[in-house]
């Protein structure tokens, strides 16, 4: 059965950090790109960031780049979003998403798309960024 699975959501204060992972299993996990999109409440879904299954290249939208990063360990078949110095407007459920090998709708210096290309999404989790 495919799947996708995130973890490592909660509440954090202004200036902390979260560590978030998604699972998959179901499929060949190094075969496909990973995305992170997030939604706020009222808000379009919005691409965050990247890894790209065929050179490990990562991906992150503007506002995030220098305090994200993420990697993928495919012997875990898992990817890991770091999330540093977290705002406020961080807020929202990030979601994690397959593109088969490449990372479809991230390009540097572009705003990156909500994912309408991703074919298979985890379930979400929470992150609330609040003092």
């Known amino acids: 059965q495919l799947r996708l699975v995130e973890f490592g959501g909660g509440l954090v204060q202004p200036g902390g950090s979260l560590r978030l992972s998604c699972t998959g299993s179901?499929?060949?996990?190094?075969?496909?790109?990973i995305g992170w999109f997030r939604q706020a409440p009222g808000k379009a879904r919005e691409g965050v960031s990247c890894?790209?299954?065929?050179?490990?290249?990562?991906y992150h939208r503007d506002s995030v780049k220098d305090r994200f990063a993420i990697s993928r360990v495919d012997a875990k078949n898992t990817v890991y979003l770091q999330m540093n110095s977290l705002k406020p407007e961080d807020t929202g459920v990030y979601y994690c998403?397959?593109?088969?090998?490449?990372?479809?709708?991230?390009?540097?210096?572009?705003?990156?798309?909500?994912?309408?290309?991703?074919?298979?999404w985890g379930q979400g989790t929470q992150v609330t960024v609040s003092s």
């Open positions: 890894v790209s299954a065929v050179d490990g290249h990562s």
């Open positions: 998403a397959r593109y088969p090998r490449y990372c479809k709708g991230f390009t540097r210096g572009v705003l990156p798309g909500a994912g309408e290309e991703y074919d298979y």
């Open positions: 179901g499929f060949t996990f190094d075969d496909y790109a």
